[in-house]
């Protein structure tokens, strides 16, 4: 097995190259007291989204430029951290299962061609994707919009994340989720689709603010290795573990 790396995975600057990249972080005492706690909150909750990933295990820490440019205005990053928050650890509540948040990560980011002119395929989803039973052939699948080649059950979520994209979203639609899912949880996930068509758009807006732009180079790349039986899964709940930060054992 091949060993993935961390910066194919998640890129990132280290804290010595956003000081001198063309957007440093605000200085803290720049920031009021609120800000302040929020700034130091979502640097926290930024390290354990970074040491959740197996592949950067002994790496320096580096922030990705998303919340690079978020930062600059701590509570707009908080509001959109906070649905991070809400949907990753959807399925430990009761809600959608990571292996449905998963699909329609994936099934958004290739719909998203019509507006960004080209699909998105975050590595670190494909890991994440492995991880939570979608095969690498689905996978692929999903990422060609051949949405034939999948089972009853993930067709029926691939077409309804087009629907709901395209906004198309019809009552016969949503129905059929709702007997699947139940009402609840059928709404909970028709909104985690548009959470992540605006959260995308967000990724790449930060990324061209500092010069850089998102391709589908490293997700493509991260797909074939588990096409070609060379890499290995993410934990299952890698993507919603880190979350939470771990409770302080009382003396």
Not at 59 to 87: I, M
Not at 147 to 162: G, I, K, N, T
Request: proline share 6%; charged share 30%; aromatic share 10%.
């Amino acid at each position: 097995m091949s060993k993935l790396k961390g910066e194919d995975l998640i890129p990132g600057l280290t804290l010595a190259e956003i000081e001198k990249s063309r957007l440093p972080l605000p200085n803290r005492d720049e920031l009021d007291d609120e800000e302040r706690v929020i700034f130091d909150e979502l640097f926290a909750r930024s390290k354990r989204f970074f040491e959740s990933v197996p592949a950067n295990a002994g790496q320096e820490y580096r922030l990705t430029p998303y919340f690079q440019g978020l930062l600059q205005s701590p509570r707009v990053a908080k509001l959109w951290s906070s649905f991070g928050d809400y949907y990753q650890p959807a399925e430990q509540r009761g809600s959608f299962t990571h292996r449905d948040r998963e699909l329609a990560e994936l099934t958004v980011g290739m719909l998203l061609k019509g507006l960004m002119g080209t699909r998105y395929l975050a590595p670190i989803h494909v890991a994440d994707a492995v991880g939570v039973g979608l095969s690498a052939n689905d996978i692929k699948a999903i990422y060609e919009e051949r949405f034939e080649e999948l089972s009853p059950e993930d067709r029926q979520l691939a077409e309804y994340v087009r629907a709901t994209v395209q906004g198309k979203l019809s009552p016969e639609l949503f129905d059929a989720l709702a007997e699947r899912m139940g009402r609840k949880i059928a709404i909970e996930f028709t909104s985690y689709v548009c959470y992540r068509v605006g959260g995308m758009l967000g990724v790449r807006a930060m990324w061209r603010i500092q010069g850089r732009d998102t391709n589908t180079e490293r997700g493509e790349k991260i797909l074939q290795a588990y096409l070609d039986g060379t890499a290995e899964p993410h934990p299952h709940n890698r993507a919603s573990a880190w979350v939470d930060p771990p409770q302080q054992q009382s003396s």
